[in-house]
C-alpha cells in the first residue's frame, strides 16, 4: 500500500486534516445533492435541442432519480468490498464524467443513458458523505458535524433550481451539467490527498435480496414518476408496477429474515434510534421536496414571478436552514434533542398555517418569513435526528444504515411530491366547478360587480375566467400546505419514542477509520 492519511484521533480527541476532509466531503454532497433539483427548470429548453416531446423529456429525470434509488442500498456492501475511501473516489470520478457527457448530449437517447449512469455513481456520494463525518469526528462534535451534513443536504434541493435557472437563461442548459466539472475536480484532488482509508471485509454479496429490493425500489419510483401522466390506477401500467414493488417488497423482507447472509442485516432494525430515525426522516423527506415542489410554479403561475425572483424569493428559506443548523450543532450537546425535534416540527407545522393565509393580493414578504421560519424549523428537526439516527447503532452497520437513510429520505420526498401534484390537479379542477357554478347571470353580486359578464362581452367573460382560475389554484396550494401541515403535527409524538440522550451516551463510540 501507499502512504496512507492517519486514522488514529490526536491526543486532543482531533483527527488530522479533519477541516480539510469535512470541506472536500461537502463539495462532492452538494455537486450530487444539487443535480436532483438543478435540471428541473431546464427541461422546456432541452426538448427543442435534443429533439424530444413534453412526455419523453421527463426521462431525463425519472432515469437519474431511478437509478440512483437502486444503487443507494449498495453503498454499504461496496464500501466494505473495495474500501469507503476507493468507492466515493471512484463515485465522484464517474458522477463528473457522466455530467461531462449529459452536457455534450447529442439527443434524448443519449441524454437518458448519461443520466443514468450519473445516479449510479452519485447513489453513494450522499450516504459515504455521512458515513466520512460521523468516523472523523468525536462524538461530542457529533452534532456539529451533522449540522454541516444537512446544511449541505437541504440547501441544496433549494438553491438548485434557481441555479439552474440563471446558468439556462444566461449561459444554456448545458452548463446545468458542465457546472459540475470544476467542483468535482477539486473534490477528487482533495479526497486524494487527505481522505483515511478504512477496513476492507470480505463480504459476500446477497444477489437475490439486491435484486428483490432493487425491483421494489425501482417498480415504486416508476409508479410516482409515471403515475400522474398516466391517471395512476385507471392504468394498466401502474398496476404492472404496483405489483412488482409489492412483490419486491414482500419477498426482500421474507428474505432478509430468513438468509444467512442478507443484504441488509435485520439485526439494524432493532436499534430504536435508527428505526424510528427512518420515519422521521421519510416524513421530513416529504415536508422538504414537497413544499419546494410547490413555490415555485404557484409563485410563477399565480404571482408571475420569473425563475431569477423566483429564486430569490425563497433563497431565505436555505438562509434559515442554515442558522439553525449552526445554531443546533451547539445545542445538541446541551439540549434533550428529543426537546430540539419537537420544537422543529412545532415551527415548522406553524410555517404551514401561516401559509394557508396566502393570496394573490400578497406581495413577497409572506413567502418570504414563512420560508424563513419552515427553513429554521427543519434545520432543528434534521441535525438532532441525523446525530440520534447514529448514535447507537453498531459501527459495522454503518455504510449500510447511512445508505438507508438517504434512500428513505429520497423516497420519501418522491412520494410527498406526487401526492401534492395530484391533490393539485384534482383541487384545481374541483375549485374550479365549485367557484364557476356561482357565476351565471341571476347572481345579483356578479351583476353589481361585473355587468358586462353578465350581459355576455367576451373580454369581461375571459377576464373573469382568469380570476376563477386563479382562485382555483390558489385554494388548492392552500389545501396542500394544511395536507403538510397535518403530516407535521403528526409526526411530533414519533419523538417521544426516541432513545433518550443520557442513555445514549452510555453505548458506543467514535468509529476512526483504520488502515488496510
Request: a neutral charge; aromatic letters at 10%.
Amino acid at each position: 500500500m501507499n502512504a496512507q492519511a492517519p486514522t488514529q484521533f490526536g491526543p486532543n480527541g482531533e483527527y488530522p486534516n479533519r477541516g480539510l476532509i469535512t470541506v472536500m466531503i461537502m463539495l462532492a454532497t452538494i455537486m450530487q445533492v444539487l443535480d436532483t433539483t438543478i435540471a428541473n427548470v431546464a427541461l422546456p429548453s432541452m426538448t427543442g435541442d435534443l429533439g424530444a416531446s413534453q412526455d419523453t423529456i421527463t426521462w431525463v429525470l425519472t432515469s437519474y432519480i431511478v437509478a440512483m434509488a437502486i444503487m443507494t442500498p449498495v453503498t454499504g456492501w461496496l464500501a466494505d468490498r473495495i474500501g469507503k475511501r476507493e468507492l466515493f473516489l471512484v463515485s465522484i470520478v464517474g458522477f463528473v464524467a457522466a455530467s461531462l457527457m449529459c452536457g455534450i448530449a447529442w439527443n434524448l437517447s443519449a441524454m437518458v443513458l448519461f443520466r443514468l449512469v450519473q445516479g449510479l455513481f452519485g447513489a453513494a456520494i450522499v450516504p459515504l458523505s455521512q458515513t466520512f463525518l460521523l468516523d472523523i469526528n468525536p462524538r461530542e462534535k457529533a452534532g456539529s458535524a451533522m449540522a454541516m451534513w444537512g446544511a449541505g443536504i437541504m440547501v441544496g434541493p433549494i438553491i438548485g433550481p434557481t441555479l439552474g435557472g440563471w446558468l439556462t437563461e444566461s449561459y444554456n442548459w448545458r452548463w446545468v451539467f458542465l457546472i459540475n466539472l470544476p467542483v468535482g475536480i477539486v473534490a477528487v484532488l482533495g479526497c486524494v490527498a487527505y481522505l483515511p482509508r478504512s477496513i476492507i471485509r470480505q463480504r459476500r454479496f446477497d444477489f437475490f435480496g439486491f435484486a428483490m429490493l432493487s425491483l421494489g425500489i425501482g417498480a415504486l419510483q416508476m409508479i410516482l414518476d409515471r403515475g400522474g401522466e398516466l391517471d395512476w390506477f385507471a392504468s394498466e401500467e401502474i398496476w404492472i408496477y404496483t405489483a412488482l414493488a409489492v412483490t419486491g417488497f414482500w419477498v426482500f423482507v421474507i428474505h432478509i429474515n430468513g438468509a444467512d447472509l442478507p443484504f441488509l442485516e435485520p439485526a439494524m432494525f432493532r436499534d430504536r434510534n435508527f428505526a424510528v430515525g427512518l420515519l422521521f426522516i421519510f416524513i421530513v423527506g416529504i415536508i422538504l421536496l414537497a413544499s419546494l415542489a410547490l413555490l415555485p410554479p404557484m409563485l410563477s403561475r399565480i404571482f408571475g414571478y420569473p425563475v431569477i425572483t423566483t429564486g430569490l424569493v425563497m433563497g431565505p428559506r436555505g438562509v434559515g436552514t442554515m442558522i439553525s443548523m449552526i445554531l443546533v450543532g451547539k445545542l445538541v450537546r446541551k439540549v434533550d434533542s428529543r426537546i430540539l425535534v419537537t420544537l422543529g416540527l412545532v415551527m415548522t407545522a406553524a410555517s404551514l398555517w401561516f401559509m394557508t393565509d396566502f393570496s394573490p393580493q400578497m406581495g413577497s414578504g409572506p413567502v418570504i418569513w414563512t420560508g424563513v421560519l419552515q427553513g429554521l424549523g427543519l434545520g432543528l428537526v434534521f441535525v438532532p435526528l441525523s446525530t440520534i439516527a447514529f448514535s447507537t447503532i453498531e459501527a459495522k452497520y454503518r455504510a449500510d444504515a447511512t445508505s438507508l437513510f438517504s434512500l428513505v429520505r429520497n423516497i420519501g420526498s418522491s412520494i410527498g411530491i406526487s401526492i401534492v401534484s395530484v391533490m393539485l390537479t384534482r383541487n384545481i379542477q374541483t375549485n374550479h366547478v365549485e367557484l364557476g357554478a356561482v357565476i351565471n347571470p341571476y347572481n345579483p353580486m356578479l351583476q353589481q360587480v361585473s355587468p358586462a359578464a353578465v350581459s355576455g362581452n367576451f373580454t369581461a367573460l375571459s377576464q373573469l375566467d382568469g380570476l376563477v382560475n386563479m382562485q382555483a389554484a390558489m385554494i388548492s396550494y392552500i389545501d396542500d400546505f394544511k395536507l403538510m401541515m397535518i403530516v407535521t403535527l403528526a409526526a411530533i409524538p414519533l419523538a417521544l419514542i426516541l432513545r433518550k440522550p443520557q442513555v445514549m451516551a452510555q453505548r458506543g463510540a467514535p468509529v476512526a477509520a483504520h488502515a488496510d
